[in-house]
């Protein structure tokens, strides 16, 4: 091991962060903001994680942009409203909807008034993009494995004061050198719980054929959850449709995700209260596979942070901090992500 791969003796700590998700850009902000030395790896070519971003093309050839990911945001923290207003008042984030249809294979059943949910005009990636601004990011980077080197926790061999995982359960188990230290394999076993996939279908038409809808939650279908027309979403009125399948339509698919398009194009008809032979032909569909799209049951625990040689290893994202209404949001991948740095700048200071 060089002088520069090991960790700082007497001076500031050094945490190496995984993943560029909100959770894990949150970590990284709270302890630079600290005064520590992070490096924040990831694998992508941009920082987003799960907040997925494509394009499809329109009829007048301009480029689209589609959330694939999470839907929308809500705001209730404090910390994340003020981060809200910010994107607010830049252009980057809005209000978009507090109020969702409710669908079913039968068609459109009514309304639900829910909490207030935001949009991002650029995608919500591009909220990630903002927070990350500042961070030593190295992106295309594929951690191996998590184990120990020289008596501390260590990224492939190269050791840190702490490691933070930002990823979902799963994907973070599976790094983990179980038989390098009792906290890597302590750490596996809270990660075992099962997460559930999700494939996304986007579509373009040359105009919409659908009743006016911002978003709908699907109950009674085996196919879809949930459908967005992401022209309101977005702001610009494209004729663009987000559907996001149930889990166990995703489970069967996950080799191939395309052999979704067909089937949940056929549905969508159904969904909405149009005939089937009325509908034309989308101009561009595609599909998107979240292999952990979210957990199946979330932790109580706001993050996981435990001793691993004479470091730490910590977790974070939208599978810890739980809310009363149990389900993932990115507000609680932010703020898993901030408290959790907030907890290693106080263990390591």
Known sequence: ???????????????????????????????VGAGFDVRVLDRGRRPGGRLGLRRVELADGSQHLVDTGAA?????????????????????????????SLLGPDGPRGTKAGPQRWSAPGGLRSLVERLAAGLEVTSGHAVRSVGVADGMPALDGRPA???????????????????????????????????????????????????ALDAGFVADDDLVSLLADD??????????????????????ALGDPDSLVRPVLERLPHLLGAAPGDVPEPRAAAAHRWSFASPSQVHD?????????????????????????????????????????????????
């Open 1 to 31: 091991m060089s002088p520069a791969d090991a960790p700082a003796a007497g001076g500031s700590p050094r945490v190496d962060v995984v993943g560029t998700g909100i959770s894990g850009v949150a970590c990284a902000q709270a302890l």
């Open 72 to 100: 929308y945001f809500t705001v209730s923290d404090p910390d994340f409203a003020a981060l809200a207003a910010g994107w607010s008042t830049d252009g980057l984030a809005h209000p978009w909807t507090d109020t969702f």
């Open 161 to 211: 004061d702490a490691v933070v995982l930002a990823m979902p359960d799963p994907q973070a188990g599976r790094l983990l050198d179980v038989e390098a230290s009792p906290g890597l394999a302590s750490a596996r076993r809270v990660l075992s719980r099962p997460w559930d996939a999700v494939i996304t279908v986007y579509a373009a038409w040359d105009e919409a054929w659908w009743p």
């Open 231 to 252: 022209g309101s979403r977005r702001g610009d009125g494209a004729p663009v449709l987000v559907a996001h399948t149930t889990a166990d339509a995703a489970r069967g």
């Open 301 to 349: 625990a706001p993050h996981l942070l435990t001793a691993v040689a004479g470091g730490l290893l910590g977790v974070c994202g939208d599978a810890w901090a739980a809310t009363s209404s149990g389900r993932p949001r990115v507000e609680q991948a932010w703020r898993s992500g901030r408290d959790l740095g907030r907890e290693l700048a106080e263990r390591l200071a």
